[in-house]
């Protein structure tokens, strides 16, 4: 069974371009998040994804972030125009269920450079 | 908010020694509790998770987890460890309210460094 797949693995970008990063979640997993990890920092919730809808995107950064999930199957976050703070990791993971505690599989994250 | 504290950014171990990685969470109540790891060009693998019942919890690879309620902690230790368990240790927590899942909230990390 494949896990969470994220494309492109590696990313440089000039700052005011645009970067969309996608995201295949497990076949089946109704929830997607997004989470990133800015040099040095933590990893920091950006947004969950029940099927197409966004439960919760307080984590978002701005407005220059935008995330969607078209048919509740692949999610894509979109960042435009990027800046020279968006540096980091992207990382998408999913889960099969709403529970709490329920296993959140991570894929090996986009990894977005802006210069 | 709730917030995950990790105090070691680093730590190096010889091979075959004991690993304890150290964590603290602030929050009221009893969150769920999780270590990931990331090796080297991977992404994020869960190691173990606490839910309820006892506070020692195996996992793969060899590690364990001990919850202690009284010191807010969530300790991973391995026995004995082995060069290709140097990667990054991550520690998260997870509060449940209105019956859902939240987001994870993670700690910032700790690089574990392996010397022969």
């Known amino acids: 069974e494949a896990g969470v797949t994220q494309f492109p693995s590696h990313s440089v970008i000039e700052k005011g371009q645009t970067v969309t990063l996608r995201c295949d979640p497990i076949s089946g997993h109704d929830n997607l998040y997004w989470y990133r990890r800015v040099m040095g920092k933590e990893i920091k919730f950006l947004l969950h994804f029940v099927k197409e809808s966004k439960q919760d995107e307080s984590g978002m950064p701005n407005n220059r972030f935008l995330a969607e999930r078209t048919g509740g199957t692949y999610s894509t976050l979109k960042v435009q125009p990027a800046e020279l703070e968006d540096s980091g990791v992207y990382f998408c993971a999913s889960s099969q269920d709403f529970s709490s505690g329920n296993t959140i599989y991570f894929g090996e994250g986009s990894w977005l450079t802006v210069v | 908010a709730q917030s995950v504290t990790q105090p070691d950014i680093h730590i190096t171990v010889s091979e075959g020694a004991s690993l304890e990685l150290r964590c603290n969470y602030s929050y009221g109540a009893t969150p769920y509790l999780f270590w990931y790891v990331q090796s080297p060009g991977q992404g994020l693998q869960l190691l173990l998770k606490?839910?309820?019942?006892?506070?020692l919890v195996q996992g793969i690879k060899g590690f364990e987890a001990e919850f202690k309620r009284s010191q807010s902690s969530f300790n991973l230790r391995k026995p004995s460890v082995h060069w290709s368990d140097a990667a990054e240790y991550f520690c998260?927590?997870?509060?449940?309210?209105?019956?859902?899942?939240?987001?994870?909230?993670f700690g910032k990390g700790t690089h574990l460094i392996i010397q022969p």
């Open positions: 606490y839910f309820s019942g006892d506070t």
């Open positions: 998260a927590v997870e509060i449940a309210e209105g019956g859902g899942a939240d987001g994870l909230t």
